[in-house]
Nanobody
Framework: QVQLVESGGGLVQAGDSLRLSCAAS????????MYWYRQAPEKEREFVAV????????AYADSVKGRFTISRDTAKNVLYLQMNSLKIEDTAVYYC?????????????????WGKGTLVTVSS
């Protein structure tokens, strides 16, 4: 079992930055690719970013590319999402997820583990 707990969400203004964290416990953190997904009100959960087990490879959704950066600290078992130049349309609940596979598109149904999410609200 892997337990995932997100933190760092909040209310910010458009153009601001925010860093999300996801603390992992349980099985060996480095064997899993780690993901960020998000779900806006009345929308489906969508892929945001992925990073592989070693942290040497990452991919992003087109909507966040160049603004968001995913990273991981395997020593601390923590996943991060640095979000810059936030837009109103980034408002969503952000979830971290873990899976042994590395997928660069939405594969939410394949994820082995999910956190409960943290809310990010971007205002104008």
């Amino acid at each position: 079992q892997v337990q995932l707990v997100e933190s760092g969400g909040g209310l910010v203004q458009a153009g601001d930055s925010l860093r999300l964290s996801c603390a992992a416990s349980g099985r060996t953190f480095s064997v899993y690719s780690m993901y960020w997904y998000r779900q806006a009100p009345e929308k489906e959960r969508e892929f945001v970013a992925v990073i592989n087990g070693s942290g040497g490879r990452a991919a992003y959704a087109d909507s966040v590319k160049g603004r968001f950066t995913i990273s991981r600290d395997t020593a601390k078992n923590v996943l991060y999402l640095q979000m810059n130049s936030l837009k109103i349309e980034d408002t969503a609940v952000y979830y971290c997820a873990a899976d042994p596979g590395y997928y660069t598109q939405g594969m939410a149904h394949r994820m082995d583990y999910w956190g409960k999410g943290t809310l990010v609200t971007v205002s104008s």
